[in-house]
């Protein structure tokens, strides 16, 4: 089982859950961030840390959000892991809590 980062993290990118992952499993993205499936231990602590909610179990992803499972999972090949937090992106405030986000997205 893993957890999967949802489009609420579109454009915001906070990283409180990357601080807390016992096994660095967040890969980072220009926009976005990703768990992969390969790394996570299903331990559930970035869950509560994700200020805008993006992060879900994958038996509990929404079924409107049921496509970032797969590409949480595809970004997490070639994107590079992120171990430590850093600051949000310029313009997270603004896009912290919109939804339909995936068109925004940069590979």
């Known amino acids: 089982m893993t957890h999967v980062v949802t489009d609420g993290c579109i454009q915001c990118k906070f990283t409180d859950c990357v601080e807390v992952c016992p096994v660095d499993c967040f890969k980072e993205g220009p926009n976005f961030l990703v768990i992969d499936p390969d790394e996570c231990i299903d331990c559930a602590v ?8 993006a992060i879900f179990a994958e038996e509990d ?3 409107e959000l049921k496509v970032f499972t797969g590409l949480n ?17 310029p313009n997270a405030e603004e896009w912290k809590g919109k939804s339909g986000k995936l068109s925004v997205l940069e590979r």
Not at 73 to 85: G, H
């Open 61 to 63: 992803v929404p079924s």
């Open 73 to 89: 999972a595809e970004l997490a090949i070639n994107w590079p892991t992120i171990s430590s937090s850093k600051d949000a992106l």
């Open 46 to 53: 970035c869950v509560a840390e994700c200020p805008v909610n």
